[in-house]
């Protein structure tokens, strides 16, 4: 297939950015901007300097979780899970117009931990270009924990990922899109039995 030059001179200059890092750990949903990444880590840095990290909770749908390991592994990588407690937070439960900002703020806190521990010092996210423009309140949370966007970097937004998913031949290689479920649960009930077991009652 056909693709702009200009976006090519792009996905050029976004390798050149992830070959910079050396390793990266990637919060990767197994949508498809956190899939371009990992396709041009690997490409770029090998499978062993690249690995993916998964938020797991209750928020998070069962399939989705078993969908990104599946895809993962076809990469070639080491795929962990982290879970986060998003789901506890009293402001998440009851203030939905903060959730993505909390969602965020707990994915990045535990990708930071994470990173520390396997001593791998950057942390990218699949945030692209366009998305960068729409929610500056992430971009604090990204800076305070030194995430990376090397997609917004690049200047690649959504309609270019698409167009280089195709090129590498990697559309069956993104899960579908899920919209979040903590829409759709009872939160509350949630949080009151998380409480409970850790309080062993």
């Given amino acids: 297939m056909d693709i702009p030059e200009r976006l090519l001179h ?20 197994g949508g498809k901007d956190s899939t371009l990444l990992l396709h041009a880590g690997v490409e770029v840095l090998g499978a062993g300097r690249v690995l993916a990290v998964t938020a797991v909770s209750p928020i998070r749908r069962d399939e989705e979780r078993k969908l990104t390991s599946e895809l993962g592994k076809g990469f070639g990588i080491r795929h962990e899970v982290v879970h986060t407690k998003e789901y506890i937070n009293t402001e998440f439960i009851y203030n939905p117009a903060r959730r993505c900002f909390i969602c965020k703020t707990e994915l990045f806190e535990n990708l930071k931990r994470f990173a520390n521990e396997v001593n791998f010092k950057n942390l990218v996210d699949g945030t692209n270009f366009d998305d960068s423009k729409e929610n500056r309140a992430v971009f604090e949370i990204a800076r305070k924990y030194g995430i990376k966007w090397p997609l917004a970097e690049a200047e690649i937004g959504t309609p270019g990922v698409k167009l280089l998913l195709e090129y590498a031949g990697l559309k069956d290689f993104v899960r579908p899109h899920y919209s979040c479920s903590a829409w759709e649960i009872d939160l509350k009930s949630i949080a009151e039995k998380e409480n409970k077991q850790q309080n062993g009652l």
Avoid: E, F, Q, R
């Avoid at 792009?10 to 949903?29: E, F, R």
């Fill in 10 to 29: 792009k996905y050029t200059h976004l390798k050149d950015i992830l070959k910079s890092y050396g390793n990266m750990v990637l919060a990767y949903s």
